[in-house]
Nanobody, 127 residues
Framework: QVQLVESGGGSVQAGGSLRLSCAPSGYAGSMICMGWFRQVPGKEREGVAGLVRGGLVTAYANSVKGRFTISQDNANNTLHLQMNSLKPEDTAMYYC????????????????????WGQGTQVTVSS
């Protein structure tokens, strides 16, 4: 079992920045994929960014490329999402996710690669 706790959400004006963090606990040694997803009420969940544990391989949704950066603190496995140049369309509940299954892609377009989810942190971007 892996438990995930997100932090860092909030409200910001368009063009601003926020940094999300996700602290894993439990059997964190089993983690293979780590990623961020987001969801707006009434819409499907969208993969934002993902990485292979260790942080050397990362992937992003086209909608956030060049603006968001995913990273992992290898000292304590904390996952971060640095979000710059935020837009109103980035408004959503953001979820940290971890995958422990071998053979699955960590790309954010593959939610099957993730089997543990946090409770979410709200990000609101005003115009």
């Amino acid at each position: 079992q892996v438990q995930l706790v997100e932090s860092g959400g909030g409200s910001v004006q368009a063009g601003g920045s926020l940094r999300l963090s996700c602290a894993p606990s439990g059997y964190a040694g089993s983690m293979i994929c780590m990623g961020w997803f987001r969801q707006v009420p009434g819409k499907e969940r969208e993969g934002v960014a993902g990485l292979v544990r260790g942080g050397l391989v990362t992937a992003y949704a086209n909608s956030v490329k060049g603006r968001f950066t995913i990273s992992q603190d290898n000292a304590n496995n904390t996952l971060h999402l640095q979000m710059n140049s935020l837009k109103p369309e980035d408004t959503a509940m953001y979820y940290c996710a971890v995958g422990t299954r071998f053979g699955q892609s960590c790309h954010p377009s593959n939610p099957r690669g993730y089997n543990y989810w946090g409770q979410g942190t709200q990000v609101t971007v005003s115009s």
